[in-house]
């Protein structure tokens, strides 16, 4: 059941999910770095089903997901590696944290970021000025924090997109799970050479996120972007809080 939500979640929202599953397994019982690292090999398949439907939609922009992965990967092996250096509880608490702050901005302080909005204020379609440097800067910040907290990044992409790169919400779904597939993969490969990741949550965390990653995905592409950026809010503000209080 917790995989479904993962995927299900990680495909509406554009995200590899483990933002969400690293609070569902600690609040299961599972020990600290077993919640924070299990999820992330789960969200390579999951994300890759899930980005598959938006490129068929022609929503992604392979410019921006093509600088995110190449700046990217190297931040987030560094990550990676300065974890075990910063310890379970803290990881954690920066997780719940992120999560309930970008859950309140979306939910309280939305954007109209929809295709049509975006089309009509940038009929040319012209990318923000110095584009690339905030591509990189997005990039080093979202690959050292997604190291760190053994997850794909999704969850501070989207925002990250929205905010820096004037990208309309399902846009920045799109590139947010494209990159994730990717990003994953490092992060995959270092935790499990520290012993983090239990292979047995992985796979029954991917049981259910894979097929579901597709069905959040086909009804995020079909949903108005400002109602969607409201479920975004609400979701992650109600999950962050609730974890916080129990952890």
Known sequence: MTGVVIGFLG???????????????????????????SPLPAAVPSTLVASA?????????????????????????????????????PLLVVTGLMVLAFGVSFLFFPKDRSLATEATVNPLGLR?????????????????????MANAGGFLLVPCYTTFLKQPMKKAFACSLAVSSVLAVPGTVVHAALGHISWMV???????????????????????????????GLALTGLGTYFLFHL
């Open 11 to 37: 495909g509406l929202f554009g995200k590899g999910g483990s933002a969400v599953a690293t609070p569902l397994l600690s609040l299961l019982g599972y020990p600290g770095f077993v919640a924070v690292a």
């Open 128 to 148: 923000p000025s110095h584009w690339r440097v905030r591509v990189v800067v997005v990039a080093i910040g979202v690959g050292l924090i997604s190291g760190l």
């Open 202 to 232: 992985t796979c029954l965390v991917a049981l259910g996120s894979i097929p579901f990653s597709y069905v959040g995905a086909r009804l995020a592409i079909k949903t108005r972007a400002a109602k969607l950026e409201r479920w975004y």
């Open 53 to 89: 439907e938006y490129w068929r939609s022609n929503l992604l922009d392979w410019e921006i997901v093509g600088w995110s992965i190449g700046i990217g990967i190297p931040a987030i092996v560094a990550g990676s590696y300065l974890s075990p250096y910063v310890g379970a509880k």
